[in-house]
C-alpha cells in the first residue's frame, strides 16, 4: 500500500512559477515509479512528468524545459517545479506511484487526492 498526499498548488498569473509536492509513504516497491498527472475540467487525465527511482525521466511535450520533476534523497517527497505557467497548465494536479513502468499513461495504481493550480492569464 502507498499513501500519497499532494501540496503546492494555487493560483498564479501567467508566467507564473509553482512547487508542488507530494509526500509519499507505504511501499517503496510500489514508488519505483512516481509520477504527475493533471486534469482539467471536461478532459482526460494526462500525465505531466515521470521519474523512477535510479533517476530517469519523462515528460509530456509541453512541459519539457519548462517542468522539473525530482525526488528528495530519502524518495519520499517527489516535487514538480513549475516555471513559466500558462493557462492550458490549469488543472488537478495529481501525483501517482506504482512498480510498473506505465511512465505518461494513467494505470498507476496509487493516487494522491490532488492539488489545484489555476493560472490567469
Known amino acids: 500500500q502507498v499513501y500519497l498526499m499532494e501540496s503546492g498548488g494555487g493560483s498564479v498569473q501567467a508566467g507564473g512559477s509553482l512547487r508542488l509536492s507530494c509526500v509519499a509513504s507505504?511501499?517503496?516497491?510500489?514508488?519505483?515509479?512516481m509520477a504527475w498527472f493533471r486534469q482539467a475540467p471536461g478532459k482526460e487525465r494526462e500525465g505531466v512528468a515521470v521519474?523512477?527511482?535510479?533517476?530517469?525521466?519523462l515528460y509530456q511535450d509541453p512541459a519539457k524545459g519548462r517542468f522539473t520533476i525530482s525526488q528528495n534523497s530519502a524518495k519520499d517527497i517527489l516535487y514538480l517545479q513549475m516555471n513559466g505557467l500558462k493557462p492550458n497548465d490549469t488543472g488537478l494536479y495529481y501525483c501517482?506511484?506504482?512498480?510498473?513502468?506505465?511512465?505518461?499513461?494513467?494505470?498507476?495504481?496509487?493516487w494522491g487526492q490532488g492539488t489545484q493550480v489555476t493560472v490567469s492569464s
Open positions: 501517482a506511484a506504482d512498480h510498473v513502468a506505465w511512465w505518461l499513461r494513467p494505470q498507476y495504481k496509487y
Open positions: 507505504g511501499s517503496t516497491y510500489d514508488r519505483y515509479y
Open positions: 521519474i523512477s527511482r535510479d533517476g530517469m525521466t
